[in-house]
Each structure stands twice: as C-alpha cells, then as structure tokens.
C-alpha cells in the first residue's frame, strides 16, 4: 500500500512546509496510470510553494472517483477486470469466507460513508437506510460488531441509532462501547479510549481558523470531529481547489503536531500520532479477548484510504473494500456499493443462523 498522509515536515522541508506522498496519485479511485517520468517530474515540481500546491490538487483530484468519466475504453474494462481477479466480489466468493469462518469468532468492523450510508453531497444527510440499520443489527446480534469512522462518534452513533456495539470515531481515536471479554460476562464494564486527548484545544483553535478563513470558498464545508477535522469539497467548484488547499496550507504550516491526508472528496487533519484505524482495530480485538487468538477471524470492510490502515495484513483476518473503480487496496475482496454491504451482512447473519441449527 502506498503511503496516505501529507506530514508537516520540520527537518526536510522547514517548519510548516507540506511534504506530500507523490504516492498518493497511484491508480487509486481515478484509475490514473502515473509514469515513472510523470513522477519524475511531480518530484522536481515539490521543491517549489507552487509545485507543492499544484501536487495537492493533483491528489484531491485522484481521491474523487464520483467525477464524470467518459465510457470506459477497452483498456479500462481489462484493468477492472485484471483488479477483479486481484480482489474478487466477496459476494461471488462468500462460501469461502464461510469456510475460513468455521470454528472461528468473527468479529465485524465497519466503515461508514460510503460503507454503510452512500456518499453524499452534505455530509449532514449521510442517513443509512432502515434496512441497512436491520442488517447491522441482526449482525450485532450474532457476531461482535464496530463502527469505524472518520467521524466524531456521536454523529456516527446518531445516523447508526443501535445499542450493543463499539463506536470507534475520529478514525479510532475516540472508541467507547461494550466489551465482551472471554473474561467477563456480556454487558461488562464498557471500553472507552482517547489517546489524542491532549489534541483537542489544539483542534478546537484549527477549527475556528479554518472555518474564518474557507468561508470565502463556496461550497467547503469543514467538519468537526472532536479528535480530527473535515475539509469538504464535494460542492467546491473544481476551479476553486487551488485556492481551498492553499487556504488549508497557510494554516498547517503553523500547527506541525499535525498532519493531513486524503480522502473521498474530503481533506482530514489529525494529531501527528501513531494511531489509525488500524491500530484501533487491535486494541478492540484485545479489549474483547482476542488478542494473539488462533481463533478469531476479524472481517473490516472500508471504502476509504484511511481504511487501509485497518486492511493491514496481520496474518488473521480479512479486508474488503467497497469500490466501483479499480484502487490500490491491500483489501482481498471487493464489494461495489452500500448495497452490496448490505447483501454481504445478511449473508453472513444466515449462514450463522445455518451453522447454529446445524449444531444443535
């Protein structure tokens, strides 16, 4: 996987000055094939404010896979379907992932835009649907579930409306919920941890700034999340990108205890820590008991770059992303839409039901 994050770099590049990841316009969701000449000259580009921010938009650009493409060419439609071979439906393949399931507790970790709710234009009205509520649900009801976001945790608690699973917002950094131990009896003392807690008056100040200084910018909306900030631009005219991540740029360089990296449509600002989905992925598997355990099959499906962090291979478990368009992804399957989740978690929920009724 190639690296996400744009770090404020001090020894590099100067106090303030955005060291950004040419990596970050691999393929990715545009499906954009970067030539080694291409990246050659990128780099050059990066030792210059200009080239830095061109570089930036660059990125922005390839993180935005609902922009409208031309008919696919005939090389497109082979690289789909080379990627899907890579990274095949996990619908199509569900009977083997019921088979690597055997004998084993698995344990769900979900994304939520674009994973359970569909991308929107305001990020206000991100609402799952009824059946999509159900379908979690009934899979908290059989498997040990969490909801990883982006998001402050009580937004995600708000659009998710369900009891007796984890919340894990701020791309972890804020994680409360139930824990269900092989120690303890279910309805246990509850997990709860923040490992950015020292962060947030220095994200509260950041918020303030950004939202003075963006408001000049039709349609950017920055976004709140207690431990993390959200750049919108979704509904920022494409003319207008320059302008945004400069914006954005002139009010990181003075904060180097934090860093920013790319997502759908959106730029997201976090304390410079070592913590991301990934990591909050572990410490949920060790709060509930499973740390280290042969017997456990954790299953994170995500649509983000952020997500990556958690599609890590740790040697147990497995990765499925949610994407229409070839992506780089350390995912092993694929699912194409929220719809698709939502077959996948109803599948999954009966073949338990099956195996129960087998047992009995």
């Not at 498997?143 to 972890?172: E, N, Q, W």
């Not at 820590?273 to 042969?294: P, R």
């Not at 929220?338 to 195996?355: G, H, Q």
């Amino acid at each position: 996987m190639t690296k996400q994050s744009v770090m404020i770099s001090d020894a590099k590049l100067g106090i303030g000055q955005l060291a950004i990841s040419l990596e970050l316009l691999a393929a990715a969701e545009s499906c954009i094939e970067i030539s080694s000449s291409s990246r050659r000259k990128l780099l050059k580009s990066e030792t210059t404010e200009p080239g830095k921010i061109a570089t930036w938009v660059a990125s922005m650009r390839a993180s935005s896979p609902t922009r409208v493409r031309p008919a696919a060419s005939l090389f497109e439609a082979e690289q789909h379907n080379s990627w899907m071979v890579r990274h095949p439906s996990a619908l199509g393949m569900f009977e083997q992932i019921a088979s690597a399931s055997k004998g084993k507790q698995v344990v769900m970790f979900l994304d939520y835009d674009g994973t359970l709710s569909p991308i929107v234009q305001d990020p206000d009205q991100a609402f799952m649907s009824d059946e999509m509520r159900e379908a979690v649900k009934e899979t908290a009801r059989h498997f040990p579930t969490a909801i990883v976001s982006g998001r402050c945790r009580d937004k995600v608690y708000g659009f998710v409306r369900l009891g007796g699973l984890i919340y894990a917002g701020s791309h972890g950094m804020d994680i409360r919920g139930p824990s269900r131990s092989r120690k303890e009896q279910k309805g246990g003392k509850s997990v709860l941890f923040q490992p950015a807690s020292e962060f947030l008056p220095m994200i509260d100040e950041v918020y303030k700034i950004l939202l003075e200084r963006t408001k000049s910018i039709p349609g950017a909306k920055v976004e709140t999340n207690k431990f993390c900030l959200s750049v919108h631009f979704r509904c920022v005219d494409e003319k207008k990108w320059v302008d945004l991540a400069e914006q954005v740029r002139i009010v990181l360089k003075e904060y180097p205890k934090l860093k920013l990296t790319h997502g759908r449509k959106v730029l997201e600002i976090r304390p410079a820590i070592k913590w991301d989905k990934g990591k909050a992925l572990e410490f949920l598997l060790n709060s509930l008991g499973y740390a280290n355990s042969d017997d456990v099959l954790p299953v994170y499906i995500g649509d983000d770059r952020t997500d990556e962090d958690a599609f890590k291979d740790r040697g147990q478990g497995l990765g499925i992303v949610v994407s229409k368009v070839p992506k780089e992804t350390r995912a092993s399957y694929s699912l194409q839409e929220p719809s698709e989740v939502m077959d996948f978690l109803r599948r999954l929920v009966e073949w338990k039901r099956n195996s129960i009724r087998a047992s009995i």
